[in-house]
T-cell receptor, first 115, second 114 residues
Framework: GAGVSQSPSNKVTEKGKDVELRCDPI?????LYWYRQRLGQGLEFLIYFQGNSAPDKSGLPSDRFSAERTGESVSTLTIQRTQQEDSAVYLC?????????????FGDGTRLSIL | AQSVTQPDIHITVSEGASLELRCNYS??????LFWYVQSPGQGLQLLLKYFSGDTLVQGIKGFEAEFKRSQSSFNLRKPSVHWSDAAEYFCAVASTSGTYKYIFGTGTRLKVLA
């Protein structure tokens, strides 16, 4: 497909478990963003990758959150020792480059529910 | 601080009626401006964007938005709403230089009455 792909679409897990969320950006897009969207709220920036540069992790809410991306390919967002407040939709977006005149292309998100 | 405000959390309109969704921003200079729509269970889809030039921009699905510098606003409009327009709408800004971060409003949920 031509769009941003995220998996799984839904994830239910018990408090304290680790989860891994995957994002496959549009081919050729060098910039990749992760956002968190809590129920009824806007998008909260988590992390930004641009090519092989060091990522901007300034939005990660705690050290339980981490993300990786190899080159310009797939990214994974990992949440360790999940808490109930981690329940949210996690959205991934990509753009062709870091230029701000590029609208973001979003995946459909992963809905994470922590029991 | 940079921010985006969407003052209306919920809006309900009848099908066929006109629509205006408000967006105000606080920024040091004129940013890039975007409107996105999010249908249930899906990601955000770009409706339209403003970079420069004509302050009235046309988007997909019959939407338009007008940039008003004096009011720091970028309101979204549609002359006649269709039931399929029911969704959540997000306004976003991005810097024209420097930081690559986008700032999103908290969204406006649109309900359309048949």
């Amino acid at each position: 497909g031509a769009g941003v792909s995220q998996s799984p679409s839904n994830k239910v897990t018990e408090k304290g478990k680790d989860v891994e969320l995957r994002c496959d950006p549009i081919s050729g897009h060098t910039a990749l963003y992760w956002y968190r969207q809590r129920l009824g709220q806007g998008l909260e920036f988590l992390i930004y990758f641009q090519g092989n540069s060091a990522p901007d992790k300034s939005g990660l809410p705690s050290d339980r959150f981490s993300a990786e991306r190899t080159g310009e390919s797939v990214s994974t967002l990992t949440i360790q020792r999940t808490q109930q407040e981690d329940s949210a939709v996690y959205l991934c977006a990509s753009t062709p480059d870091r230029g701000q005149n590029q609208p973001q292309h979003f995946g459909d998100g992963t809905r994470l529910s922590i029991l | 601080a940079q921010s985006v405000t969407q003052p209306d959390i919920h809006i309900t309109v009848s099908e066929g009626a006109s629509l205006e969704l408000r967006c105000n921003y606080s920024y040091g200079a004129t940013p890039y401006l975007f409107w996105y729509v999010q249908s249930p269970g899906q990601g955000l889809q770009l409706l339209l964007k403003y970079f420069s030039g004509d302050t009235l921009v046309q988007g997909i699905k019959g939407f338009e938005a007008e940039f008003k510098r004096s009011q720091s606003s970028f309101n979204l409009r549609k002359p006649s709403v269709h039931w399929s327009d029911a969704a959540e709408y997000f306004c976003a800004v991005a810097s024209t230089s420097g930081t690559y971060k986008y700032i999103f409003g908290t969204g406006t949920r649109l309900k359309v009455l048949a």
